[in-house]
């Protein structure tokens, strides 16, 4: 009887743990949605969410298809091409043509014509200069791009790896672990009410059974995360 009341005890305890956590989860929800401390939320639904197939090749492909900082640094790349293009074409001769025509009083017109041909050519310090910066800028932003793309393959790696080892606990808990456990506890309730064995196995075996559903909870709840972080890694827009 005392070591019953013990696991009473401890069970009631660990349900209001679990509902303080809730509710400062509440409280961080409000306030990352700008709301008030004690503003009301419901929590609707089932935290078990649809298995993903995962593909890691697909999924890194569709990152680096996706995310907005390979594109940013795709299109800087761009810019500094362009640079040294525009810098390139400064040093061609730009030829210039003006026709002018020239009227006075009792005389005849006159025409006169003005070709240009600048050299900029021989002077061209400012777009080696502009070339040399662009070119140093383009190295620059080609090895952050590698970091980052590096850095984005891993994080989406990460969430996949997690996400199917949750997947294989949840199954594990669905098929093996859970149905063992419930068929633990009824042949130890049944060997209880027959007077085979005392109230401190049947306590262990309902013991067992309630940490594999914390289990198979722990394990729901990684799931749905890793499945956020897939989508965060890969871009992807809620």
């Known amino acids: 009887m005392l070591r019953a009341r013990v696991e ?113 050519f021989l002077f061209q310090q400012r777009q080696k200069a502009e070339i040399a910066e662009s070119q140093a800028n383009a190295r620059a932003v080609s090895s952050e791009y590698e970091q980052v793309r590096n850095a984005i393959s891993v994080e989406v790696e990460e969430a996949c790896t997690n996400a199917q080892k949750a997947r294989d606990q949840i199954l594990l808990h669905q098929n093996e672990i859970l149905p063992q456990a419930q068929e633990v506890l009824e042949m130890f309730r049944f060997s209880y009410q027959e007077g085979e064995i005392g109230g401190i196995e049947l306590i262990e075996a309902r013991r067992t059974l309630n940490e594999s559903r914390r289990s198979y909870a722990d394990a729901l709840y990684e799931y749905a995360s890793a499945s956020a972080a897939i989508d965060k890694a890969v871009g992807r827009r809620p």
């Open 8 to 120: 009473a005890l401890r069970a009631t305890n660990a349900v209001k743990v679990a509902m303080n956590d809730v509710n400062l989860a509440k409280a961080r929800l409000s306030y990352h949605l700008a709301r008030g401390k004690s503003a009301p939320i419901e929590i609707v639904g089932q935290l078990q969410i649809p298995f993903s197939d995962f593909r890691l090749e697909d999924l890194q492909a569709e990152a680096l298809r996706l995310r907005p900082e390979l594109q940013r640094l795709r299109l800087s790349v761009e810019r500094e091409t362009l640079v040294q293009r525009n810098a390139r074409l400064a040093n061609l001769p730009d030829f210039g043509f003006n026709v002018s025509r020239h009227r006075l009083a009792g005389e005849a017109s006159t025409w006169s014509f003005i070709v240009s041909v600048p050299l900029p």
